[in-house]
């Protein structure tokens, strides 16, 4: 477990493009690719498939699902540091219902950025962008929330849709849920991937995970407990490393689990 006193600058996050397109970071001197991209290179090519044909007769579409959930994203953010959510008129029926969820925690530890101060080392060097990562599965995110609730250690994340997600899978023939069952299913993933590098830098594992999902029509908040987060975290291991050993056969001198060359540390701030 990393602490402050021990942070160095070479330990500090740095969000990177590559040129392959993915995102990565460099995390304690290793190249790591975010737990987006873990989750969206070993989707199935029927998945892929799909979101290429619902982009083409889609067209601007996912840039603006991009646009709403960031300014949902930035009320959240705004909203639990007192501040005015600042979320435009267009984007009011998304907004509609989430603060009945933002108000449950009564205690906070992380939105978008930690909140406490023994978790600074996570922070980036402008000191407003934060990262969670695990140097032993080799990857990073940024967490939405972090918080508790009545003493119960709970890691949330914020999802605009147009329809709502669902935690059972549905009858065979129902599109609209079985969108929604595998965008939880992902959503889920990658919160446990979160609790998991959470706990490796900082020691502290969340007990709950909690989606908190805005449609046009309602809000929802689908609480997922520590089992099935487990099962969860299994699940994403295995994607994982699926993606790395992917990246190691088609790239070797490129993949992420290359240290970063010495000349390529950032330097040290003033």
Same mark, same amino acid.
């Given at each position: 477990?990393?602490?402050? #006193? ?13 040129? #392959?397109?993915?995102? %990565? ?6 190249? @790591?690719? #975010? ?36 300014? +949902? ?24 219902? @989430? ?18 101060? &023994? ?29 508790? +609730? ?40 990658? @919160? ?12 502290? %594992? ?5 989606? +908190?999902? #805005? ?6 908040? +689908? ?21 790395? &050993? ?25």
């Amino acid at each position: 477990m990393t602490t402050e #006193s021990q942070e160095t600058t070479a330990d500090k996050p740095y969000r990177i493009q590559t040129a #392959s397109g993915y995102r %990565k970071y460099l995390c304690s001197g290793l190249y @790591m690719p #975010s737990v987006t991209t873990v989750l969206s290179a070993t989707e199935t090519e029927k998945a892929k498939a799909g979101l290429r044909n619902w982009q083409a007769n889609n067209p601007g579409a996912l840039e603006a699902a991009s646009t709403r959930g960031s300014a +949902i994203h930035l009320g959240c953010e705004n909203y639990l540091r007192g501040l005015d959510p600042g979320v435009p008129e267009e984007y009011q029926d998304f907004w509609t219902g @989430m603060t009945q969820y933002l108000d449950w925690f009564d205690t906070l530890h992380w939105s978008e950025r930690p909140l406490r101060p &023994d978790w600074n080392h996570l922070r980036s060097d402008d000191r407003e962008v934060a990262y969670v990562w695990s140097t032993e599965h080799l990857y990073a995110g940024c967490p939405d929330l972090i918080g508790e +609730i009545g003493g119960v250690k709970i890691i949330a994340d914020f999802k605009t849709s147009n329809a709502p997600y669902s935690a059972v899978l549905p009858e065979k023939g129902d599109r609209a849920g079985f969108g929604g069952f595998r965008k939880y299913q992902k959503c889920a993933q990658q @919160m446990a991937a979160y609790r998991l590098a959470l706990e490796e830098r900082t020691g502290y %594992k969340c007990d709950v995970a909690l989606i +908190i999902v #805005s449609t046009p029509e309602t809000t929802q908040g +689908i609480f997922i407990d520590s089992d099935q987060m487990d099962r969860h975290e299994a699940k994403f291991l295995k994607r994982c490393k699926e993606f790395h &050993d992917k990246e190691s056969a088609e790239d070797p001198e490129n993949s992420s689990q290359q240290e970063l060359p010495e000349q390529e540390q950032p330097a040290a701030s003033s």
